[in-house]
């Protein structure tokens, strides 16, 4: 009987044992403080992170490379790596709400540039203006309206001038005298004969006879009567202001030309650009319509802002061989500013609040860190970065308000 009972004993106690055992092996937890498992749960695409595969492999839509998201929270960074103080935690789930996207910074090569309104104005280095240097009367005007494309050379007005007749007859005076003088036994008349006489052409070319005139006053020994006045540059007639019959001075302006070869381009920079603008930058016109673009150069800045625009002005001269830019046209200018290579990310990567500028850099397993950084330039839609990245950083590009709104909580917190 005593052997019976012992052997019940025997039984439970083994019972209890091999169900404890088996308990303990199949439903029980790991004990607190053991590590969680590293291992590789999928893949997503660093850019979209709503993007998964259960493989390695390249995203379809940006081509980066996918990344692994593992068991203990996500990212590549080892599970035991201790993130910053300040780095905030965003299950995945909640960035996925949120939008978070990522990206690196980039290094960028060429510079920033200025787009502004310009106006098209007349070169005024080719302007040439048209007066008589005489007093007289108009008897005949060829170049008869505003507009007009006339040539170097071209016929324009017919003048009579009582001033201009008598310095020609002045002048047949002063070739006879030489010519008499020429046989004469005091040297001393002869020179001065010949300096009369080159006296007398020269005055006759500063009031606008031109060599072909004079030769023929020379050939005929008689005065034009009225004096042809020809075109001293090729161009457009801007100004009109000469009529047949009209009495004219020695400062009547007759005719204005204009070549539009070249022109200039007035632009109005906003004083806060205007210290980035030097003279000798190049630049780019673009003409309303058409798809070419002209190359300009900064040839002067107004020293004086506009109280009014708070702008500044700056010229541009550039050269106008299809004739497409006429005075007072409005174009588009960008002024290249110049610069290398920079290292730069997307603009809605900077969480911009006016004195401090923040980037939240991805350390993995669902942590991100705020950071203040410096920043430079903008062009286009990237910002450059002056100091507190390195290149290659993992940062988020979308969704940094809301993380922003998560840092300042925590803040709170603590």
């Not at 990310?345 to 923040?358: E, F, I, N």
Request: hydrophobic fraction near 40%; proline fraction near 6%.
């Amino acid at each position: 009987m005593k052997i019976l009972r012992f052997l019940a004993v025997v039984v439970f106690a083994g019972a209890v044992f091999v169900g404890g055992f088996g308990y303990g092996r199949w439903y029980s937890t790991k004990p607190a403080g053991t590590k969680a498992e590293h291992r590789i749960m999928y893949y997503v695409d660093p850019m979209h992170t709503w993007y998964k595969s259960d493989k390695p492999g390249i995203a379809p839509d940006c081509g980066m490379k996918l990344e692994p998201v593992y068991t203990d929270g996500g990212g590549e960074q080892p599970a035991d790596a201790q993130p910053p103080a300040n780095a905030i935690q965003v299950p995945e789930q909640q960035q996925h709400l949120i939008g978070v996207r990522y990206g690196v910074p980039e290094w960028t090569e060429g510079g920033d540039s200025i787009r502004v309104a310009g106006r098209v104005m007349p070169d005024e280095t080719r302007l040439t203006r048209v007066q008589a240097r005489t007093d007289g009367w108009i008897t005949d005007v060829s170049t008869d309206f505003v507009g007009k494309f006339v040539t170097k050379g071209q016929q324009m007005l017919t003048l009579y001038s009582p001033e201009l007749l008598n310095a020609q007859q002045e002048y047949l005076l002063a070739l006879k005298a030489k010519s008499v003088m020429q046989h004469s036994s005091m040297p001393e008349s002869s020179v001065n004969s010949e300096a009369m006489a080159e006296a007398a052409k020269r005055r006759l070319l500063l009031l606008n006879l031109n060599e072909a005139q004079l030769a023929e006053v020379e050939r005929t020994q008689r005065p034009i009567q009225s004096v042809v006045f020809l075109a001293p540059a090729t161009g457009y007639v801007m100004a009109r202001n000469a009529f047949p019959g009209q009495r004219v001075t020695p400062e009547t302006e007759l005719f204005t030309l204009l070549d539009l070869n070249g022109v200039w381009v007035v632009a109005d920079v906003f004083e806060a650009d205007a210290q980035k603008v030097r003279v000798g930058q190049s630049a780019k016109v673009g003409i309303a319509g058409s798809s070419e673009s002209l190359f300009a150069r900064v040839t002067f800045i107004q020293p004086q802002v506009d109280p009014a625009t708070r702008t500044v002005k700056v010229r541009l001269e550039l050269l106008n061989p299809k004739l497409q830019l006429k005075p007072d046209m409005w174009v588009d200018v960008a002024i290249d500013l110049g610069g290398g290579r920079r290292l730069t990310v997307p603009a809605d990567a900077v969480l911009d609040a006016g004195t401090t500028k923040t980037i939240f850099v991805d350390h993995g397993n669902g942590y991100f860190e705020p950071r203040a950084v410096e920043t430079g330039t903008r062009f286009a839609d990237r910002v450059e970065i002056l100091k507190g990245l390195k290149p290659g950083e993992r940062i988020v590009t979308s969704g940094t308000f809301l993380l922003n709104s998560e840092s300042q909580m925590k803040k709170a917190d603590q």
